[in-house]
C-alpha cells in the first residue's frame, strides 16, 4: 500500500508538471502574458484532449505567429494583397465521381474533391482535397496548354492578342549576372506539417521560420533556375513580419534596391500561398504529378488602372508563356492565371508575377515539391522557348 501512495504521488507530480509547462507554453502560443492566463489556456486545452494534443505539437516542433498578428488581413489598404475567395476565382467543387447536375453551375474549371477521410477530433476542422480544372466558356482565353480567366472589362480579344505576345525580356543563360529574383512579400505564410486530414483552428498558418514558410518553397524554384544556368538570387525578409499592414510597400522598397544593384535582373516573382476554404473546410488544391502529390498553383496577372501599370500587357504574355509551359510538362499542376484589377509592385518590371503555390490546407512538403516543378517549367521555357 506505502508503495502504491507513492508512486501516486510522483504520478501527481508529473501531471503537475506536464499541466504547469502545458499552462506556460499555450499561453505563449496564445500571446497571454502572465500565469494566471496560461492556466486558463492549458484548463480550456486539457478539457479538449484534440485541441491539446495539437497545442503541444506546434508548441515543440514550431513556432506560430501569435494570433493578433495574422487577423488583420482585411485591414490593410490598397496595394496591399488580398486574397480572392473560392467564388472570385473558381465556382464550387462539384463532386466524384458522379456529379450532381446543377443547370445554374456556371461554366469554368470545376473543381473534384478527393475522398473524404474520417470525421476530424473533436474541436479540429476538416481539410478536403480538391483539383482545379482549366477554364472553359466566355470568360476564359485559351493560352496553348492552359486558360486565363479575364476578369477586367477589356474584350477577350485585346486579352488574348497581349497573352499571345512574345516574352519582353530576354534572360540570359549562363550569365554570372542575377537574371531572376524570388521574394515574398508574405513570406511568413506557411502549410500543414503533416498530411491529417483535419487543422486545428488555434493554428494561424503563419511561421517566422523560413524552413517552414514561403522561403522554403522559393529555394526550391531558386534551386531549380540557378541549376538550369540562369543566375537567382532570392529575398528571404519576413516583410509580413512583425506587422502584416504595409507589406507591399515594405516589398517595393526591397525589390526596387535589388533592381538598382542588380539592373540585370528581367524577372522578379513574389511567391505567395492562398487560403480557400469551403462550409468551414480548408481545401487543398492538389494534383498528381509522377505519380506524387503536389499543390496546384496559380499565377495572379495584374491589369492597368489608371495608369498603374502600363506594361501590364507584357506581363500577361510572361503569364501566359509560364501557365503552358507548366502545364504542357506537368499537366493539372495549374490552375488559371487570374487576370483581374490588382497591383502587386508589378510595375516594377516587364516580368513581375505573383504566384501562389497551393493553400493553407496543402502540406509543406507539397508546396515544395510544386516549387521544384514551377521551377523546372520555368527554366525549361526560358532556356528552350516553351
Given at each position: 500500500?506505502?508503495?502504491?501512495?507513492?508512486?501516486?504521488?510522483?504520478?501527481?507530480?508529473?501531471?503537475?508538471?506536464?499541466?504547469?509547462?502545458?499552462?506556460?507554453?499555450?499561453?505563449?502560443?496564445?500571446?497571454?502574458?502572465?500565469?494566471?492566463?496560461?492556466?486558463?489556456?492549458?484548463?480550456?486545452?486539457?478539457?479538449?484532449?484534440?485541441?491539446?494534443?495539437g497545442?503541444?505539437?506546434?508548441?515543440?516542433?514550431?513556432?506560430?505567429?501569435?494570433?493578433?498578428?495574422?487577423?488583420?488581413?482585411?485591414?490593410?489598404?490598397?496595394?496591399?494583397?488580398?486574397?480572392?475567395?473560392?467564388?472570385?476565382?473558381?465556382?464550387?467543387?462539384?463532386?466524384?465521381?458522379?456529379?450532381?447536375?446543377?443547370?445554374?453551375?456556371?461554366e469554368?474549371?470545376?473543381?473534384?474533391p478527393?475522398?473524404?477521410?474520417?470525421?476530424?477530433?473533436?474541436?479540429?476542422?476538416?481539410?478536403?482535397?480538391?483539383?482545379?480544372?482549366?477554364?472553359?466558356?466566355?470568360?476564359?482565353?485559351?493560352?496553348?496548354?492552359?486558360?486565363?480567366?479575364?476578369?477586367?472589362?477589356?474584350?477577350?480579344?485585346?486579352?488574348?492578342?497581349?497573352?499571345?505576345?512574345?516574352?519582353?525580356?530576354?534572360?540570359?543563360?549562363?550569365?554570372?549576372?542575377?537574371?531572376v529574383l524570388?521574394?515574398?512579400?508574405h513570406?511568413?505564410?506557411?502549410?500543414?506539417?503533416?498530411?491529417?486530414?483535419?487543422?486545428d483552428?488555434?493554428?494561424?498558418?503563419?511561421?517566422?521560420?523560413?524552413?517552414?514558410?514561403?522561403?522554403?518553397?522559393?529555394?526550391?524554384?531558386?534551386?531549380?533556375?540557378?541549376?538550369?544556368?540562369?543566375?537567382?538570387?532570392?529575398?528571404?525578409t519576413?516583410?509580413?513580419y512583425p506587422?502584416?499592414?504595409?507589406?507591399?510597400?515594405?516589398?517595393?522598397?526591397?525589390?526596387?534596391?535589388?533592381?538598382?544593384?542588380?539592373?540585370?535582373i528581367?524577372?522578379?516573382?513574389?511567391?505567395?500561398?492562398?487560403?480557400?476554404e469551403?462550409?468551414?473546410?480548408?481545401?487543398?488544391?492538389?494534383?498528381?504529378?509522377?505519380?506524387?502529390?503536389?499543390?496546384?498553383?496559380?499565377?495572379?496577372?495584374?491589369?492597368?488602372?489608371?495608369?498603374?501599370?502600363?506594361?501590364?500587357?507584357?506581363?500577361?504574355?510572361?503569364?501566359?508563356?509560364?501557365?503552358?509551359?507548366?502545364?504542357?510538362?506537368?499537366?493539372?499542376?495549374?490552375?488559371?492565371?487570374?487576370?483581374?484589377?490588382?497591383?502587386?509592385?508589378?510595375?516594377?518590371?516587364?516580368?513581375?508575377?505573383?504566384?501562389?503555390?497551393?493553400?493553407?490546407?496543402?502540406?509543406?512538403?507539397?508546396?515544395?515539391?510544386?516549387?521544384e516543378?514551377?521551377?523546372?517549367?520555368?527554366?525549361?521555357?526560358?532556356?528552350?522557348?516553351?
Open positions: 500500500m506505502g508503495h502504491f501512495k507513492t508512486l501516486r504521488r510522483l504520478g501527481t507530480l508529473a501531471l503537475a508538471a506536464v499541466v504547469g509547462a502545458a499552462a506556460m507554453g499555450a499561453g505563449r502560443y496564445a500571446g497571454v502574458p502572465d500565469l494566471a492566463g496560461s492556466l486558463a489556456v492549458a484548463g480550456s486545452l486539457l478539457a479538449n484532449p484534440a485541441a491539446a494534443i497545442a503541444a505539437d506546434r508548441i515543440f516542433r514550431q513556432e506560430a505567429l501569435p494570433v493578433a498578428q495574422t487577423q488583420v488581413e482585411d485591414a490593410e489598404s490598397p496595394p496591399e494583397y488580398i486574397a480572392p475567395t473560392p467564388e472570385e476565382i473558381l465556382p464550387s467543387p462539384t463532386p466524384a465521381p458522379a456529379p450532381q447536375a446543377d443547370s445554374g453551375a456556371a469554368g474549371p470545376q473543381a473534384t478527393a475522398p473524404t477521410p474520417g470525421p476530424p477530433p473533436e474541436g479540429m476542422g476538416s481539410i478536403v482535397s480538391a483539383h482545379y480544372e482549366q477554364g472553359s466558356g466566355a470568360a476564359y482565353i485559351p493560352c496553348a496548354a492552359g486558360t486565363i480567366k479575364n476578369c477586367t472589362s477589356l474584350p477577350a480579344e485585346e486579352v488574348a492578342a497581349a497573352a499571345a505576345g512574345p516574352l519582353p525580356f530576354s534572360v540570359e543563360v549562363g550569365s554570372a549576372e542575377p537574371q524570388i521574394m515574398h512579400t513570406a511568413t505564410e506557411s502549410y500543414e506539417l503533416e498530411d491529417l486530414g483535419w487543422f483552428p488555434e493554428y494561424t498558418c503563419r511561421l517566422t521560420d523560413t524552413s517552414l514558410n514561403m522561403v522554403a518553397v522559393g529555394a526550391a524554384i531558386a534551386e531549380k533556375l540557378n541549376a538550369a544556368g540562369i543566375a537567382t538570387i532570392q529575398d528571404a519576413l516583410h509580413d506587422s502584416y499592414n504595409g507589406s507591399y510597400e515594405r516589398s517595393n522598397a526591397t525589390v526596387r534596391e535589388y533592381l538598382e544593384k542588380y539592373p540585370s528581367k524577372v522578379v516573382l513574389d511567391v505567395h500561398r492562398d487560403a480557400i469551403t462550409d468551414g473546410a480548408r481545401v487543398k488544391a492538389v494534383a498528381d504529378v509522377n505519380g506524387r502529390t503536389a499543390a496546384q498553383v496559380m499565377i495572379i496577372c495584374g491589369a492597368d488602372k489608371n495608369g498603374n501599370l502600363p506594361n501590364f500587357k507584357q506581363n500577361l504574355a510572361f503569364a501566359a508563356r509560364w501557365e503552358s509551359a507548366m502545364e504542357s510538362r506537368f499537366p493539372g499542376l495549374t490552375r488559371p492565371v487570374l487576370f483581374d484589377y490588382r497591383y502587386y509592385n508589378q510595375d516594377l518590371t516587364t516580368g513581375s508575377l505573383l504566384i501562389e503555390i497551393g493553400s493553407h490546407g496543402n502540406t509543406l512538403a507539397e508546396a515544395v515539391y510544386s516549387g516543378l514551377v521551377g523546372e517549367a520555368l527554366a525549361g521555357l526560358f532556356t528552350t522557348g516553351a
